[in-house]
């Protein structure tokens, strides 16, 4: 078995809190510093890294004194904001040791469930990877409250997989990986080495909670595994411990347990675009713009609408119709409906003279539009 990470070109690694500060004891800056060299190691093999880390709460427990983790939002802020601070500096030596350039980027869940932040932060990760920055991102805990929060990393790293469309997602735990049972208390348990994300098998598996700075567990893995897979991501659980672990995922050496999707990402994403969106209103296109959308799967751009219907904002789904009214094809938008009647019919060179400002150079780019 050949790890999937060898042909992966995009990849998110999560690294949890245990593994960030030690267990609690404190940033783990020898850690830090090996996975910061690892990934450097990635990039120079022409894949693009996005790094989703735990760490700041519990590094704000230790900065603050506290023995354990309180169960108060505001105290939560509270350490998240303290410790942010600590946990962005260190990444940030790291990094720059290996001559890569960093970015923070703090999320909640609100950023992602609103169709126009999930563009905003997606066009900000994907510009970000093409200037060759690492994005370092965490939960926004310092504003996020209990009813919005992510809850665990795990989830975030899965989300933020299907947002940038990763082929990957590597989840850096302090277990080896996947057991049929708990190896502690099971002495047939049997390590899982591959299977299928979304198996309902592999919760059944998995259960238990997470170490005393975290909130996760195996469990939560799991779950994120499927979500990762929903976009056709696969996900590799393994231990941050074991040594120069990304780079040899990176050779195809296998790791860990190895969760595969059960369809490729493009067609994952397209049914999830296809699947989950509510219309807001209709593009009608010209010939060409209907044909090439179909048949050569471009982008739509504005010189290719030729009608605007209903009222929209930016990120918004819309159905785009050719000129006989038939649907063709469905996606995020760029503009809000004002903006797009304004820019309809114009060539891209000419969106910032007409606004004022280009927000993108596509009224609807090809990665967030299937064909219907």
Same mark, same amino acid.
């Given at each position: 078995m050949q790890s999937v990470i060898h042909a992966s070109q995009r990849i998110v690694v999560k690294v949890g809190s245990s593994?960030?500060?030690?267990?609690?004891?404190?940033?783990?800056?020898?850690?830090?510093?090996?996975?910061?060299?690892?990934?450097?190691?990635?990039?120079?093999?022409? *894949?693009?890294?996005?790094?989703?880390?735990?760490?700041?709460?519990?590094? &704000?427990?230790?900065?603050?004194?506290?023995a354990t983790r309180p169960k108060a939002v505001h105290e939560l802020q509270a350490a998240a904001a303290v410790g942010q601070m600590g946990l962005v500096q260190a990444y940030e030596t790291a990094f720059r040791a290996e001559?890569? *350039?960093?970015?923070?980027?703090?999320?909640?869940?609100?950023?992602?469930?609103?169709?126009?932040?999930?563009?905003?932060?997606?066009?900000?990760?994907?510009?970000?990877? *093409?200037?060759? %920055?690492?994005?370092?991102?965490?939960?926004n805990d310092t504003v996020a409250t209990s009813e919005i929060r992510f809850g665990d990393n795990d989830t975030l790293g899965a989300l933020v997989t299907n947002l940038i469309?990763?082929?990957?997602?590597?989840?850096?735990?302090?277990?080896? &990986?996947?057991?049929?049972?708990?190896?502690?208390?099971?002495?047939?348990?049997?390590?899982?080495?591959?299977?299928?994300? &979304?198996?309902p098998r592999l919760e059944d598996m998995a259960g238990g909670a997470g170490s005393s700075v975290g909130t996760g567990g195996m469990i939560t893995k799991?779950?994120?595994? *499927?979500?990762?897979?929903?976009? &056709?991501?696969?996900? %590799?659980?393994?231990?941050?411990?074991?040594?120069n672990v990304l780079s040899r995922l990176a050779d195809g050496e296998a790791i860990g347990t190895q969760l595969i999707a059960a369809d490729t990402p493009l067609l994952a994403r397209k049914q999830w675009l296809a699947d989950h969106l509510q219309l807001a209103g209709r593009l009608v296109l010209d010939e060409g713009a209907a044909h090439a959308v179909v048949h050569k799967g471009t982008s739509l751009l504005p010189i290719g609408v030729v009608?605007?219907?209903?009222e929209f904002l930016r990120g918004e789904a819309l159905a785009c119709v050719d000129p006989q009214g038939h649907e063709v094809a469905r996606g995020l938008v760029n503009y809000s409906s004002d903006e797009t009647r304004l820019i309809m019919r114009h060539a891209t060179r000419e969106i910032e003279s007409i606004l004022g400002y280009m927000g993108e150079p596509e009224l609807i780019h090809r990665d967030n539009m299937v064909s219907v």
């Open positions: 593994l960030v500060t030690n267990d609690g004891k404190g940033l783990d800056h020898a850690a830090l510093s090996r996975w910061a060299s690892e990934i450097a190691d990635l990039t120079r093999r022409g *894949k693009q890294v996005v790094l989703v880390s735990s760490g700041a709460i519990a590094e &704000g427990l230790q900065r603050l004194g506290w001559g890569l *350039k960093t970015a923070q980027v703090l999320l909640t869940h609100e950023d992602l469930a609103d169709r126009t932040r999930y563009l905003n932060a997606r066009s900000t990760l994907i510009t970000l990877l *093409k200037l060759n %920055v690492v994005p370092i991102i965490n939960e469309e990763a082929d990957a997602l590597i989840i850096l735990t302090d277990q080896q &990986g996947l057991y049929t049972a708990d190896p502690r208390k099971h002495a047939d348990a049997e390590f899982v080495h591959e299977a299928q994300a &979304g198996d799991i779950i994120a595994a *499927k979500r990762a897979a929903r976009s &056709g991501a696969a996900t %590799v659980i393994a231990c941050g411990r074991e040594a009608a605007v219907e209903g």
